[in-house]
């Protein structure tokens, strides 16, 4: 199995006890796209970025509707606001997390 610590530390700075399976769950999901500094982090401020999430991720693993998502987005964007570099897996956990959706990813 891959090392995901950073990916887990980086949930860690807002969740006491990340669960590694669901860590894990979406490492898998973002794939190669975690080797590239840029895309493996989350523009907070780009609307194209955020449609992206919304469209990706929220639909398709979390199956969230549209209005869900964008409050479940809108939720971790203020909970992460404090933090330039959002970091892709720690958003996608806490988007699920918001949403009550961490289950359908363990």
């Not at 950073?6 to 979406?26: C, L, N």
């Not at 606001?81 to 959706?101: N, P």
């Amino acid at each position: 199995m891959a090392d995901n610590s950073e990916h887990t530390a980086a949930v860690a700075k807002y969740v006491d006890t990340p669960e590694q399976a669901v860590v894990d769950r979406i490492v898998g999901y973002c794939g190669i796209a975690l080797r590239s500094k840029d895309a493996s982090m989350v523009s907070a401020t780009d609307p194209k970025e955020l449609e992206t999430v919304r469209k990706g991720f929220a639909r398709k693993k979390l199956e969230l509707d549209e209005a869900a998502a964008t409050a479940g987005i809108e939720k971790v964007c203020a909970r992460m606001k404090g933090d330039g570099r959002k970091h892709r897996v720690a958003f996608y956990y806490l988007l699920a997390e918001e949403t009550g959706t961490l289950d359908k990813l363990r």
